[in-house]
């Protein structure tokens, strides 16, 4: 079993930053490909961004590439989201998720959530 602990969020305003974190338990963890998802009111999940293991790819959406980085420290057992240059449209419920092998879009392939983080953007 892995457990997932999302930390950050928070109510700030457009245009500042702000860095979640996910703590993980497990020895494997640096094995697991690892992502960020959203989900804002009466919406689906949606994939933010990604990290595969072992120095690999990252993957972002259109909606964040260039705004957001992911990062991982497995030493750690931590990934965590800069968030950059926020907008209004940012605001939702931040999850991670973790899966074995490597990084997709879809929510239903991750085995193991936190509990998420929410993230309120002022306009």
């Known amino acids: 079993q892995v457990q997932l602990v999302e930390s950050g969020g928070g109510l700030v305003q457009a245009g500042v930053s702000l860095r979640l974190s996910c703590a993980a338990s497990?020895?494997?963890?640096?094995?697991?490909?690892l992502g960020w998802f959203r989900q804002a009111p009466g919406k689906e999940r949606e994939f933010v961004t990604g990290v595969n293991c072992c120095g690999g790819t990252t993957y972002y959406a259109n909606s964040v590439k260039g705004r957001f980085t992911i990062s991982r420290d497995d030493a750690k057992n931590t990934v965590y989201l800069q968030m950059n240059s926020l907008k209004h449209e940012d605001t939702a419920v931040y999850y991670c998720g973790a899966r074995p092998g490597v990084v997709t879009t879809r929510p239903t392939d991750y085995e193991y959530w936190g509990q998420g983080t929410r993230v309120t953007v002022s306009s």
């Open positions: 497990g020895r494997t963890f640096s094995t697991y490909a």
